[in-house]
């Protein structure tokens, strides 16, 4: 079901085929954590800017409308009206982040919901049902995400359980994938890599997680406060070891820099807030460069955010007009500069496959990096 295309030094450009339609790797996927892209983006608006994969969060639809009611529904496909592939993640690191209290057992972990204080208890088991009545396409395993500072000793137990989650999520996920009345009883499930900055840890993990035959494998844990450099020298280390005919995720990465350089290590799947956190706050990516269009050197600059773009907000309206919604505080200001920003991600990804197919990637990541840290325009 995933196969490699081609290979460009360690860059692959693969297909991944799902219920829900071919995915094109390397791929970004777009984040719609309560299952809509922040910003007043429907999935309607997806289908014109390129997006392949919607990204939905475990945890938040848990707590609200909770998974029970999207279940009835039919499923996050049907209640969302969006027929192609959905990711959701695990909860874990929502769990993790977001909630205050929280106690982490053998079992799983006891937390309070952020948005009533209900207690809440999740484990390896109910992310998979959880995920199961959502239905999307490919469920992620329940994991820990350790602090990125946390002491070696600690980050070696947490990895030795979230392992032992991991065989845990699989038979969950087989149990549920026969039961009669599971929605989409092709779920895939992809299993996590952790070990925080510490190579040998992830290494030794991604040996061990790759004998389960798991639909893919992420990398987690990173992206977290740590440096580039760090984050470059896991990647290094650690995708050698996962197994290369599965898909390659790294989770909530990032800036289309972090981007370049991790397919050039052997990426291909890739989610982050940022176009759509940055679009809502007016900061637009271009290939010059990132614009801040709350700057008054736009108020009369009747240009489109980026010359020849083809996305929704650049084929008609000008950094003026945009500048002006965004400082009105108009729905529609913040939904054009998001629509810009995941057309723009989506499109570089476009580019990174033409370019691994015509065996210069190298040489596009670095005419790509060269024109991005350009100056702003
Ligand atoms: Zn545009």
Known sequence: MYKIIKKDGLAKRGRLETVHGTIETPVFMNVGTAAAIKGAVSTEDLQGIKTQVELSNTYHLHVRPGDEVVKKLGGLHKFMVWDKPILTDSG??????????????????????????????????????????????????????????????????????????????????????????????????????????????????????????????????????????????????????LPENKPTYLMGVGTPANILEAVDRGVDFFDCVYPSRNGRHGHVYTNHGKLNLFNAKYELDDRPIEEGCQCPACRKYSRAYIRHLLKAKEMLGMRLCVLHNLYFYNTMMEEIREAIEEGRYKEYKKQKLDSMSGKQI
């Open 92 to 241: 874990g690191f929502q769990v993790f982040s977001l909630s205050g209290l929280r106690k982490i057992k053998e079992e799983g972990v006891y937390f309070q919901s952020h948005i009533d204080g209900k207690k809440i208890f999740m484990g390896p088991e109910e992310s998979m049902q959880i995920q199961s009545n959502l239905a999307s396409t490919i469920a992620m395993a329940f994991d820990e995400c350790p602090s990125s500072v946390a002491s070696r000793q600690y980050i070696e137990n947490s990895v030795a359980r979230t392992t032992r989650w991991l065989e845990r999520c699989k038979a969950e996920m087989n149990r549920l994938n026969q039961l009669p009345d599971t929605i989409n009883k092709h779920q895939l499930l992809f299993g996590i890599n952790q070990g925080a900055i510490y190579e040998d840890i992830r290494i030794e993990h991604a040996k061990r997680i790759s004998e389960l035959d798991l639909d893919g494998y992420a990398l987690g844990g990173l992206a977290v406060g740590e440096s580039h450099e760090d984050m470059y020298r896991i990647l290094d280390a650690t995708v050698p070891h």
